[in-house]
């Protein structure tokens, strides 16, 4: 046999081993239903924590909510390249092969094991996903050896010997896939939870949000619509899995600076009195322009009240909320604790329990924070505690610590490039400045003068506004800006500032052809 079929077969094999290390891990992580002992997303997770603030700005920049599909397509291809080597240096100069990926599997088992989530059973998977990888490539290996020795030297066994190097081959492939496919799709963690929360109902807020003004909406094609779906609210996080809360067991604890611990349960939260608010959430990373932005109504035990019980000690300035997956934000006390702020323990989210991705069973909403110092997902601790002592997840990855939202406006039509016939056209979109309320919006066609748009009633300072301007458009290219004012008379700057360290700053444009 050629030198170059044999690399190839023997990559073939490093591939296979890769491939049935990854399967069995799954599966044994499904079975045990321990999603965090996945050997692939502890490596994934533990990227994620240790790449720098910067790249995470491009990495979003460039694949927006696409970015975990972007990190796993990135670790596939490293997988693969790995698993050829393996399968290659197992060929030439056993076992260096085998202690190859002994040693990716103890890289893998120390991110697992180093994750938040992980428990004394989370390296299980990953030893069980290695040991059948080593068998694997052992066997596939040894019968390759078998082959082509009988194909330079006993050309009459080379048919048996094909045979059993392929067979084995075939069948392994066949089993891994059924398997690791098996695994993925059971999910049976998720599938049970899906099913509580389910047979949850919410109960009515004490506190109801009321009515939307019936001048809120405003009636144009393609605006944003004034609630976003909780199907396609934009999600970001860093879980690279989405975690399986159970809510029965699910307890979030106030601790700290504080007089004394408190500790609530699911079911104590949806006994008390909930109240209901639409707050318009957002991501310091969104571009000028970008989607990074939702509003919902969120159901919630006010945040100020739980703190309350557990009387913060004088000298205590953040409160440190953490989430099961190891994930923090850090929130100035004197924000949560604001009489006229509705910062919410939520639990509801658009008249449904939240949804596994948004938080499932509780987070925090905070009116005029930026998400990543605030809105934690998967809440379980709060702790009470001071800027100098503690520092949020975002923090020390060169994001601002305190984060307040800064005012924004977008133009959702006309899009970008789009071609529209002359006469009279609607730009229109949304406005936000939450916590300050939007007090004007004014549009700007090429080198003309700012013009008032007009301004959708608004559900509260929380919430974005929408905002309409009938243009008399001429034919030709035009570019067409948007700039806001919130009620503190804060103007969008015209100045062009990228996400980091405390949130984009620039006029959303689009350039229209009019025909
Ligand atoms: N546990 C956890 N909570 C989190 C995050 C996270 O990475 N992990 N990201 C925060 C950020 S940066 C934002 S913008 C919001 C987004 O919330 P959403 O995904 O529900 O839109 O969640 C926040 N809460
Ligand atoms: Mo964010």
Avoid at 31 to 46: C, E
Avoid at 64 to 74: E, I, S, Y
Wanted: with cysteine.
């Amino acid at each position: 046999m050629s030198p170059r079929r044999v690399l190839l077969w023997s990559a073939l094999v490093g591939v296979l081993t890769g491939i049935v290390t990854l399967a069995i891990a799954e599966a044994v992580a499904a079975i045990m239903v321990l999603p965090s002992g996945s050997p692939l997303f502890g490596v994934g997770s533990l990227v994620i924590d240790l790449v720098p603030g910067w790249f995470k700005t491009v990495v979003i920049g460039l694949f927006g909510t696409g970015d975990k599909v972007a990190l796993f397509v990135a670790l596939g291809i490293l997988v693969l390249l790995l698993a050829v080597g393996i399968g290659i240096l197992q060929y030439r100069r056993p076992p260096w092969g085998i202690l190859a990926l002994v040693a990716l599997g103890i890289v893998a088992l120390l991110a697992v094991v180093t994750r938040a989530e992980s428990n004394a059973l989370s390296s299980v998977p990953t030893l069980v996903g290695v040991l059948a990888g080593v068998i694997v490539l052992r066997l596939g290996i040894d019968r390759l050896h078998r082959w082509t020795d009988a194909a330079a030297s006993r050309p009459a066994r080379a048919a048996v010997t094909r045979r059993g190097f392929l067979v084995m081959l075939g069948a392994t492939t066949a089993g891994a896939l059924v398997i690791g496919l098996g695994a993925r799709a059971i999910n049976a963690g998720t599938a049970a939870v899906n099913a509580v929360r389910e047979a949850i109902k919410l109960p009515r807020p004490a506190t109801p949000e009321g009515a939307f003004p019936a001048g809120a909406s405003l009636d144009v094609p393609g605006i944003s619509p004034l609630l976003s779906a909780n199907d396609t609210f934009y999600r970001i996080d860093t879980a690279l899995q989405v975690p399986v809360v159970d809510a029965s067991t699910w307890k979030l604890r106030v601790t700290g600076m504080v007089e004394r611990e408190v500790e609530i349960t699911f079911d104590e939260l949806l006994a008390l009195p909930l109240v209901e608010h639409t707050v318009t959430l957002m991501c310091v990373s969104n571009e000028v322009g970008g989607n990074l932005v939702g509003n919902a109504t969120w159901l919630g035990y006010p945040i100020r009240d739980l703190l309350a019980q557990a009387g913060p000690l004088p000298g205590a300035d953040m409160v440190l909320s953490t989430s099961v997956d190891g994930f923090t934000a850090g929130s100035p006390l004197s924000v949560l604790l604001e009489e006229d702020r509705q910062s919410l323990l939520a639990v509801g989210m658009n008249g449904e329990p939240l949804p596994l991705e948004h938080g499932f069973p509780a987070r925090l909403v905070v009116p005029g924070l930026y998400g990543y110092v605030s809105a934690t997902k998967w809440v379980t601790e709060l702790k009470v505690t001071t800027f100098a002592k503690d520092m949020g997840y975002w923090t020390p990855r060169g994001w601002d610590a305190l984060g307040p939202v800064k005012t924004a406006s977008r133009i959702d039509v006309p899009q970008s490039g789009a071609g529209v016939s002359a006469g009279r056209i609607a730009v229109a979109g949304v406005a936000w400045a939450q916590h300050r309320g939007i007090e004007a919006v004014e549009v700007r066609v090429d080198d003309g003068t700012w013009m008032p748009a007009v301004l959708a009633d608004a559900i509260s300072i929380d919430t974005w506004r929408q905002w309409v301007y009938e243009w008399d458009a001429t034919s030709g290219n035009h570019t067409v800006a948007v700039r806001a004012t919130g009620a503190v008379g804060d103007t969008q700057r015209d100045v062009r500032l990228p996400p980091a360290p405390n949130g984009s700053e620039g006029y959303h444009t689009v350039t229209v052809t009019v025909g």
